[in-house]
């Protein structure tokens, strides 16, 4: 589990999708308010995302639990 949660902060795809975002949504003018609009818009997207990934998670490994033969 450890090696999971670490491997997320050497995650290619995450630094591209962070530094695309902030790059592309953020303006000049307003820097923290547009990054901190930028931080919360990912956050929203990523909560039901995570929930509905852990949810078939959960259901996948009891469905495993049960024997076929």
Do not use: D
């Amino acid at each position: 589990m450890l090696e999971a949660a670490l491997f997320q902060w050497i995650n290619p795809k995450s630094w591209m999708m962070a530094i695309s975002g902030i790059t592309l949504y953020t303006s000049p003018q307003y820097p923290y308010i547009s990054m901190l609009l930028v931080a919360i818009i990912f956050t929203l997207i990523n909560f039901p995302c995570v929930a509905i990934w852990a949810t078939f998670g959960h259901s996948l490994r009891e469905r495993l639990k049960i024997p076929k033969y």
